[in-house]
């Protein structure tokens, strides 16, 4: 099967999100920490994030997981970092609306980056959970710190 130059760029943003992991690690105590697993297949994520006057000013995350998962992990530290809370949260629902293949509406506030290459997972229904692990992560830290 041949892909268009769109899923090839996808796949290579991916592939160097996989490889080359962006915000990989632990932040120091104090941080909000968030252990979460794919009950499906027992992959996880630890994910430390620092808030500061409601702003997101760190991120970092450890596990292990499929390229899908710990690709997803990376753009997700990399996409919240400087964000505050409200926006992450709004970035991680359109995240949500995106991976299923519903429609989601962007603003001039929202910057999808390299998210946008995951929006394919969307034809994989059972590749969705791969990809929403680190975001459920996030917005579970960031609901439990209000
Ligand atoms: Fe486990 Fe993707 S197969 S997170």
Known sequence: MAFNNLDTLYRQVIMDHYKNPRNKGS??????TVDMNNPTCGDRIHLTMKVEDGKVTDAKFEGEGCSISMA???MMTQTI????VEQ?????QIFSEMIQGNDYELDDSVDLGDIEALQGVSKFPARIKCATLAWKAMEKGLAEQK
């Open 27 to 32: 932040l120091a105590d104090g941080s909000l």
């Open 72 to 74: 997803s992990a990376s």
């Open 81 to 84: 970092i400087g964000q505050n």
């Open 88 to 92: 992450a949260m709004k970035l991680s």
